[in-house]
């Protein structure tokens, strides 16, 4: 298998809800919802980076596509780390994921390993990390 990762898709309570933290909120580009002519069809696409999108599906939609029963989720299933290029870039994020709507899960600090981070969780509880990790730098 080759590594080709190109989408995420996070389960989502409310899709219409979802697409406003993150188009709004955090202000990822996006054309909004699409595919609502077909049954399970709805879902948002966002732009990440070059090859890569986020994508919020009904939790129901993804349970009935699967075939697995949409049962409890939990915040440490997984999390999405989003590297920034600076340490003041962490706080500026964190500040408008809350705005947003997000909960603080641990603000932002000194990191064991050198780096700045912090975590909030989304209105479905995904956890996203911010971080500022001095040795891995994103490329712009």
């Keep these: 298998m080759k ?3 190109s989408v995420i898709t996070l389960a989502v309570e409310n899709l219409e809800k979802a697409v406003r933290f993150y188009r709004d909120g955090l202000g990822l580009p996006t054309e909004g919802i699409i595919g609502t002519q077909f049954e ?10 070059a090859g890569l999108k986020l994508a919020l599906w009904p939790r129901q939609s993804m349970a009935n596509d699967s075939g697995i029963a949409a049962g409890q989720t939990g915040a440490l299933q997984f999390s999405i780390g989003h590297n920034v290029s600076t340490r003041d870039e962490v706080d500026q994020v964190m500040r408008d994921a809350e ?4 909960f603080i899960v ?3 600090q000194e990191t ?12 479905d509880q995904h956890l996203w990390e911010v971080v500022w990790n001095p040795d891995l730098l994103p490329s712009e």
């Design 3 to 5: 590594p080709r990762i």
């Design 40 to 49: 399970n069809g709805a879902v948002a696409f966002f732009d990440l980076q």
């Design 99 to 102: 705005r947003a709507g997000a």
């Design 106 to 108: 641990k603000p932002p």
């Design 112 to 123: 064991f390993w050198g780096g700045y981070a912090g975590y909030f969780r989304d209105p």
